[in-house]
């Protein structure tokens, strides 16, 4: 009788193990999908935006690698009343960043 409990709490044990790693691969493409649709108009929010569900992707090395170049260059736009239109430099690193969250989620 021991042994079968040992076997089904082994069991049981990855079953949970498994529904919780699906769990965070969608909850990754969930954050993919949020960052995909930022719409650049109001530049103050999209930057808070892109800020936060790149913090949260930003899991492995390479990510977390551009997400650290990428969030000095949203800073600019996040603190101030008035905030100007994200320059082309920004847009390319956050466009590259999703690119690069994209291949690996």
Known sequence: IGTAILLALGVLFFV?????????I???KAYLEAIKSIDWVDTKKSAYEATHYARLLATD?????????????LEQYKYKKEVAQVDTDTRKKFNLYVQV???SV
């Open 16 to 24: 949970f193990k498994k529904l919780w790693d699906n769990r965070k």
């Open 26 to 28: 969608n909850l990754e």
């Open 61 to 73: 090395e390479r990510r977390k690698e551009i997400f650290a170049q990428l969030e000095p260059m």
């Open 101 to 103: 969250a994209d291949e």
